[in-house]
């Protein structure tokens, strides 16, 4: 069946403006980390992609090495693209990055020039585009000279396989050393990529969060949910099926018991406020416009549907975030922060 977006799908999506750029993006972008590879049924992928689109998302991300099979999800991306969204390509955002593991042998992997220009063309050619929107430097290498990994960024917008630039998982040091030598290429650092979500509040205590207001530089938190664990998924323990039971990047030791009693008094809130949990997660991580969109994934429609419903909501009592303090006790962040999947940057 031919898919015809929705005609109201901008009426309520809020839009920000990406840092001192030109670029708006929604407050919700959809990320392609997991359920978009070989291990999820393509109609899911389908029907994920066109909610999103009809809620408002514009923005949708990637990185070469999400799958779970390396490539995988760009592929599954490009697929749909062409049979799904072929005439609608100029109102999306379409990003990858370039950082993790490939391909075997020296140049698979990190932030070489070598490897970043040659896996920007092979995603490109994964979903069969001719640029992406924005193309990131995924992970900050402690080998290579910044002022290589950077020019390579330049390079990747002067050839115009991209039309802007941005890293991810940097901290506040490297960010301030990276955005300076795009400023001196030309090519402007448009955003930054970190996690971010109640209980992993490591740009806070960087100073990155500040740094990248100060900078112009825009922010898209990745997991605001905390790997499902600020949803209504773990408040009655771990059920089966979860990322906690399939060893995808969420630890069940996280999940305590002393961590489920909190999550319900999270919960207890969040219906005080007229949301759901994730709701007032996602909302928690866009207050006061520190942070520009909030960058979640999906494995059903339906998830799609109720994050959305975080933008109708986006204001918070002093009390409010004092309870939420309480309850995301310290306890909990410092087990977060201790997570081998979700440690702050480099």
Not at 49 to 76: K, V
Not at 93 to 120: F, N, Q, T, V
Not at 221 to 241: R, V
């Amino acid at each position: 069946m031919t898919y015809t977006p929705a005609e109201n799908r901008y009426e309520t999506m809020k839009y920000r403006r990406c840092g001192n750029s030109g670029l708006k993006l929604p407050a919700v972008s959809l990320g392609l980390w997991h359920n978009f590879g070989d291990d999820t049924p393509h109609q899911t992928k389908r029907d994920i992609l066109h909610t999103a689109f009809d809620a408002g998302i514009t923005h949708f991300d990637l990185a070469n090495n999400y799958g779970p099979r390396p490539g995988a999800a760009e592929s599954a991306f490009g697929e749909i693209l062409k049979t799904d969204f072929a005439g609608y390509r100029d109102e999306m955002i379409i990003s990858s990055k370039a950082g993790y593991r490939m391909w075997d042998g020296p140049y698979g992997e990190w932030g070489s020039r070598k490897y970043l220009m040659s896996s920007c063309d092979a995603s490109l050619k994964r979903m069969g585009l001719d640029y992406v929107d924005i193309f990131y430097s995924h992970r900050f290498d402690p080998d290579t000279p910044l002022e290589e990994t950077m020019g390579a960024l330049d390079s990747i917008v002067r050839q115009g396989k991209a039309l802007y630039v941005g890293i991810s998982s940097y901290n506040t040091e490297r960010t301030r050393q990276a955005v300076a030598i795009l400023n001196d290429l030309g090519t402007p650092c448009v955003i930054h990529q970190p996690s971010y979500n109640m209980l992993n509040r490591w740009v806070e205590h960087d100073g990155l969060k500040d740094a990248l207001q100060e900078l112009g530089v825009g922010s898209i938190a990745f997991t605001p949910l905390a790997q499902g664990m600020l949803t209504n998924k773990y408040l009655g323990g771990i059920p089966e099926g979860s990322r906690a039971t399939q060893g995808k990047s969420l630890n069940p030791s996280m999940v305590s018991e002393r961590a489920i009693a909190n999550l319900n008094k999270l919960n207890d809130l969040a219906k005080q406020r007229g949301q759901t949990l994730a709701q007032m997660a996602i909302a928690w991580v866009l207050r006061n416009g520190g942070i520009t969109t909030a960058l979640i994934g999906a494995s059903k429609p339906s998830q799609v549907t109720d994050c959305v419903g975080a933008v109708a909501n986006l204001e918070f009592t002093t009390e409010e975030l004092d309870l939420i303090d309480e309850y995301a006790d310290e306890e909990q962040i410092n087990l977060w922060a201790l997570s081998s999947e979700n440690k702050g940057a480099i």
